[in-house]
């Protein structure tokens, strides 16, 4: 799923285009004991409530595709008989009307997800009549092509609200604030089945992560049944190791700012797709030819490839760099730089010692107070 197709779901947790049949919740304290459990038609929930349900489903579904949000595709075993597709897929079409699949729906998450506090699962279903689009992209809701059905599952920390002084109105006086358990917005989350292309893919789902650098892994691989995805932070690990490893003594300034800067460009040039741009194994083996890397090294590329990751790993463009500046370190000072501004630092040899040369304007400030530089005719004389 791309931004434009997870933003029409995101819609459907709105009062106005409401899509939400039925709703079902599992408190789980840190024993994993279930120490509640409901099921409602979510229309039949105070006005109040269903607000801060709404709120909990977006956050579900929030962040950046690629990072926080990562397209998942189940392996052909897990859609055979027994598999978690296959269960998925019965969930779904119960409607959440079969209380014995939604027990083993919660036995399965306590089992595999590791989470040591307190946490409420919230699984619905919704119903979305999908409105057919015009040539101009407008939707025409009078004309819809079929029914998407989906389950959406999000998994909140329940955390005892902190202790303080509050007001009270009705005593005038101010006094203990009565500690509650709170539901947060979720850590993790799915959507299942995937809405790609505008449609139903049961072969896919859309997996959610607060913090795309802890992932649930046994979640995925156990309770969902997919591979667990590179994190952003081990994509951009794996990427500097591969740079690393490929160019070896030849790893120098001018070759990697290179590579940074056409990434950035290649990010640039589709920065309007609502698909992030992804790198393939021969696309990342392109962009270091591009950017200067020898022939000679670009022939060991594919073993170095394959021992970081695999054939079949894939990074997000975004997760390899950094947009807003580029960090040049040493042990004992650190220069940032924005992108579009790289070209005013350079390397040069003096008496036989490496530099990392910036160019002085006529702005230049420390710790805030500005200060003149030498021009030439002032340093020529020294």
């Not at 285009?17 to 409602?40: L, P």
């Not at 997760?319 to 042990?331: G, H, Q, V």
């Amino acid at each position: 799923m791309n931004k434009k197709e997870i933003s029409e779901i995101k819609k459907l947790f709105t009062p106005s285009h409401c899509a939400i049949t039925r709703i079902c919740g599992c408190y789980v304290d840190a024993e994993k004991n279930q120490r509640m459990k409901m099921k409602d038609a979510f229309l039949s929930l105070p006005e109040e409530e269903m607000f801060k349900y709404f709120n909990i489903f977006r956050k579900a579904l929030s962040g950046s595709v690629g990072k926080n949000i990562m397209n998942m595709e189940f392996p052909l075993e897990q859609e055979a008989e027994g598999g978690t597709q296959e269960f998925l897929l019965k969930m779904r079409d119960s409607e959440l009307k079969n209380d014995e699949l939604i027990e083993e729906f919660y036995q399965r998450v306590m089992e595999t997800y590791i989470y040591g506090e307190n946490y409420y699962i919230i699984l619905i279903h919704g119903a979305y009549d999908v409105p057919g689009r015009a040539s101009d992209n407008l939707d025409m809701d009078d004309a819809s092509d079929y029914v998407y059905n989906f389950i959406l599952c999000s998994i909140c920390p329940v955390k005892l609200s902190k202790p303080g002084l509050c007001y009270n109105s009705n005593t005038n006086h101010m006094e203990n604030r009565i500690q509650d358990w709170l539901v947060e917005v979720p850590d993790t989350g799915f959507l299942f089945p995937a809405f790609n292309d505008r449609n139903t893919d049961i072969h896919n789902l859309v997996y959610y992560a607060k913090n795309p650098e802890v992932l649930q892994t046994d979640f995925i691989d156990q309770f969902l049944g997919c591979r667990t995805p590179l994190s952003a932070k081990t994509q951009k690990e794996t990427f500097q190791n591969l740079i690393e490893e490929t160019l070896e003594n030849t790893c120098d300034f001018e070759t990697v700012m290179n590579i940074h800067e056409n990434l950035n460009e290649l990010i640039e040039e589709r920065k309007e797709d609502p698909e992030p741009l992804v790198l393939d194994k021969q696309e990342v083996k392109k962009l270091f030819a591009n950017s200067g890397v020898d022939n000679e090294k670009l022939e060991e590329f594919d073993t170095h490839y394959e021992s970081l990751a695999d054939e079949k790993t894939s990074f997000v463009a975004a997760n390899l760099t950094s947009a807003r500046n580029y960090e040049i370190k040493t042990p004992d000072v650190v220069i940032k730089v924005a992108p579009d501004k790289a070209q005013l630092v350079e390397t040069k040899i003096i008496n036989g010692v490496p530099y990392i040369m910036i160019e002085a304007t006529d702005l230049v400030e420390i710790n805030g107070i500005t200060v003149r530089t030498p021009r030439p005719e002032e340093g020529s004389g020294s």
